[in-house]
């Protein structure tokens, strides 16, 4: 991964070409993965032998099914372009905790639909068979799983015939191949429901029962898969627990508890964690994918009373075709009469009939109830539907059943097998305006050679984002946009940054926006290239504006070390902040890659938390922080291309011509290194820069909790060199929190040690240098230099400010 992220920065200047070779080989690995699918498809169609073992035979078209032409098909909007790029997102910044969509935060559904993803991704590279991977895996244990249940419910050929049936169902099967949380839920209330009825039944019942922890873990997972909808199948588990008088024996035991608090623990411990790096998303997430969905008309897809019985039913009849003919047929052999609500309540008086019943009813009236409705929601519904089907089936053709898979009866089956495969693999072909891939292949041999930014209009194409090399943007002129965690930008913004930008701007426009969003360009670009886009759409590009010779950018952050969520969160606001007005650098204030400057954790540290940045172009300059030397690996820092260290441990930049000039010091050895201090004092004098910063990784202003003494002997070492170069501006990192200290002698202090690592509770209030500071969130400093004045703003991890300024230039 390391190699194609380097190789990335290495061809920022082509972004067009690199474009063109990774589409080239996703394409061979898309083939490749085709002809493989092809060869099992016939080796199985060839060895009767496998067809005569019943077992084999499922497992032969369960596999089959599952995983050919998984890939053909590119990006459907709307859900799998959420799904896929998020999970894109995770492989190629490595953060697996905070999905991110368009490099900000996507918090809308629990990690386990982009965990799936992106590890099929981070294994098989970026195509689409490897996206859906995990999907066909969750299918196959959900096959399993059915064929369980029917087996322990009655027998043997109840589970194959169950499972045989949910492995051939048009609804699980088409769900199989469209990226969504609703496939791994399927399988996780199937187990749960699976676990719950050997709990009950357990020859073992009253004793310590593992079904009961085995039901608490896939409860948990369960949340982690779409959130509250787990709870909708909590009231069948609690109608039957009272429908067979086991309260007590079943709830008040040890073992529940000890379920209960695993459920616990599963479920939230993601919530925790992202709570500790973006506050407010629980908040955000009980509010709009819970109360709002339930109980309000925010999300108004569907909504109605009459809506679900247009939506549930067809999915029900036509989507268990053709094993649903059955369901004509008698179910229970002795059915008592239906003589009003207290005996349709005793029905049926067999407990497996009352499971199987419970488990359709109870949730499906729960879903008709609530708002939105959408096919996949009842997807979890076809697993009991399997076995009652499979029950209907015995009872009505049992001879049917006591034959092979490879005699004659079963050739309907087999020829609906092949419909299924021939479908699946046609969908690749079918026109649809849904198809990203489709509409991707149209518009990227229009692209700029530059560096560009994609902005689609009104529209779903978040799967662009997979298949672009460059950044993509989503921006709407709705006036109530959907409320995404991250406000989703206006048209307004994005055309705001045109004049600033480094980027060549493409306006991906439908009819109804192209006059208003045609004029609001016109407006700020001087010129506008327009071409024709696949469905109805155009392509206004724009040409960058030229750089602003007299103002110089820089980022500066310390301690970027840690590789986890919140540095990968900040280094995607730094890319946002590059898109909009372009960096011409980011100061490393040492701490850089990890704990011993180990270079093996180099690309976990480095490469991936800030792959927008490198693939963007944007350099970097690096000082050495006390961990960067601990264990030896130094020269690793000093030398690598990317650090611009070029082998020296001090050096010296210049900016926007002779604007800014950055004095990188090597603060580990500066006491007792009088040629480095020599060496400052030369340069600093010989300096005409407007603007002199120097940069080390140890401050010497700013206390804090666990280092309260300043560090005098430095402060007397430096601030006279600094006083007498004439230097403005003074960035350190050391300490894991922003401070903005009290300005001496024209000098103002900056330390930006919050890079990555955070030390929450660190900052002293009463310190008295101290101005400003921030030890509750990460942060990056951005400093904007003009010929007579600096302004400068601290961002966090969500592009929000945290302080701000000006320095006059004396």
Request: net charge neutral.
């Amino acid at each position: 991964m390391s190699h194609l992220l380097l190789n990335s920065y290495e061809q920022t200047n082509h972004p067009q070409k690199n474009c063109s070779t990774r589409w080239t080989l996703g394409t061979d690995v898309r083939w490749c993965i085709v002809e493989f699918q092809l060869k099992v498809i016939i080796l199985t169609t060839r060895y009767r032998k496998i067809l005569k073992n019943s077992f084999l035979a499922l497992v032969a078209i369960s596999f089959v099914l599952a995983f050919a032409f998984q890939g053909t098909r590119g990006i459907w909007e709307p859900d799998e372009g959420f799904y896929i790029s998020a999970a894109r997102t995770m492989v190629e910044t490595g953060d697996w905790l905070v999905p991110q969509l368009n490099l900000r935060p996507f918090i809308d559904k629990p990690p386990i639909v982009f965990w799936g993803s992106a590890l099929g991704m981070e294994v098989f590279g970026f195509n689409e068979w490897a996206a859906r991977l995990s999907h066909a895996v969750w299918y196959l244990l959900t096959i399993l799983m059915v064929g369980l249940i029917g087996k322990t419910l009655w027998d043997p050929k109840t589970g194959f015939v169950a499972a045989l049936i949910y492995s051939t169902s048009l609804i699980p099967l088409a769900a199989a191949n469209i990226v969504t949380p609703d496939t791994p839920l399927t399988f996780w209330v199937t187990a749960a429901m699976f676990f719950f009825w050997k709990s009950m039944t357990s020859d073992q019942f009253g004793r310590f029962s593992p079904w009961k922890l085995a039901l608490g873990i896939s409860l948990g997972m369960g949340v982690l898969c779409k959130g509250p909808m787990i709870l909708v199948f909590l009231p069948p588990m609690a109608f039957f627990v009272f429908r067979m008088h086991r309260v007590k024996q079943f709830l008040l035991r040890w073992d529940t508890l000890i379920g209960l608090l695993l459920f616990v623990a599963i479920c939230v411990s993601w919530y925790v964690a992202l709570h500790r790096v973006i506050p407010g998303a629980i908040a955000y997430l009980l509010d709009n994918q819970f109360l709002g969905r339930l109980v309000t008309e925010r999300d108004n897809r569907n909504s109605g009373f009459i809506a679900p019985l247009f939506i549930y039913l067809p999915v029900l009849v036509f989507g268990t075709l053709p094993w649903s003919v059955a369901w004509y047929f008698p179910f229970f052999k002795n059915t008592p009469r239906v003589g009003g609500w207290r005996t349709l309540l005793r029905l049926p008086h067999d407990p497996k009939h009352l499971f199987l019943l419970v488990w359709i009813v109870l949730p499906l009236i729960v879903f008709a109830m609530t708002q939105p409705c959408r096919p996949l929601y009842i997807l979890p519904l076809f697993a009991p539907l399997a076995i009652v089907s499979a029950r209907c089936w015995l009872q009505w053709v049992p001879a049917w059943f006591e034959s092979t898979l490879g005699s004659r009866k079963w050739l309907p089956v087999a020829i609906w097998v092949l419909v299924l495969l021939t479908a699946k693999g046609g969908m690749a072909y079918w026109p649809t305006d849904r198809d990203t891939r489709a509409f991707w292949e149209g518009i990227r041999e229009n692209l700029p050679a530059d560096k560009y930014e994609l902005v689609v209009v009104n529209s779903d194409r978040h799967g662009l984002s997979f298949y672009s090399p460059g950044p993509v943007e989503w921006v709407t002129t709705n006036p109530e946009p959907y409320p995404f965690f991250f406000p989703q930008e206006t048209l307004e913004e994005e055309v705001h940054e045109i004049p600033t930008s480094a980027f060549c701007h493409v306006f991906i426009v439908g009819g109804p926006d192209y006059e208003k969003v045609n004029t609001l360009i016109k407006s700020k670009a001087p010129s506008i290239r327009e071409t024709e886009a696949p469905s109805g759409n155009r392509l206004l590009i724009t040409e960058p504006f030229p750089r602003d010779e007299y103002i110089v950018r820089l980022a500066a952050m310390g301690d970027t070390r840690t590789g986890d969520s919140r540095q990968t969160q900040l280094g995607s606001a730094l890319s946002q902040v590059d898109q909009t007005a372009p960096l011409d650098g980011v100061i490393l204030l040492g701490d850089n890659i990890s704990y011993y400057g180990d270079p093996a954790l180099f690309e976990k540290s480095f490469a991936r938390p800030y792959h927008s940045l490198i693939r963007d172009g944007v350099r970097f300059f690096a000082v050495l922080g006390n961990h960067d030397i601990t264990g030896g690996f130094a020269s690793f820092q000093l030398n690598h291309f990317l650090f611009n260290m070029d082998g020296h441990r001090y050096y010296t930049r210049i900016f926007g011509g002779n604007l800014v000039q950055v004095f990188f010091l090597d603060s580990n050895t500066i006491f007792g290194d009088r040629v480095q201090r020599r060496w400052l004092i030369r340069e600093l004098s010989k300096s005409t820069a407007a603007w002199k910063v120097v940069a080390m990784h140890s401050p010497i202003y700013g206390v804090i909790r666990r280092r309260p003494t300043p560090n005098f002997n430095l402060r007397r070492l430096m601030e006279p060199i600094l006083i007498e170069g004439g230097v403005r501006i003074f960035l350190a990192g050391h300490n894991h929190i922003y401070q903005r200290l009290k300005p001496r002698s024209g000098i103002h202090y900056f330390t930006a040690g919050s890079g990555g690592k955070l030390d929450r509770g660190q900052l002293m209030p009463d310190d008295p240098d101290l101005v400003a500071g921030e030890d509750q969130t990460n942060v990056a400093l951005i400093l904007e230099f003009r010929e007579n004045e600096c302004l400068f703003r601290a961002i966090d991890m969500l592009e929000q400010s945290v302080d701000s300024g000006t320095i006059p230039r004396e």
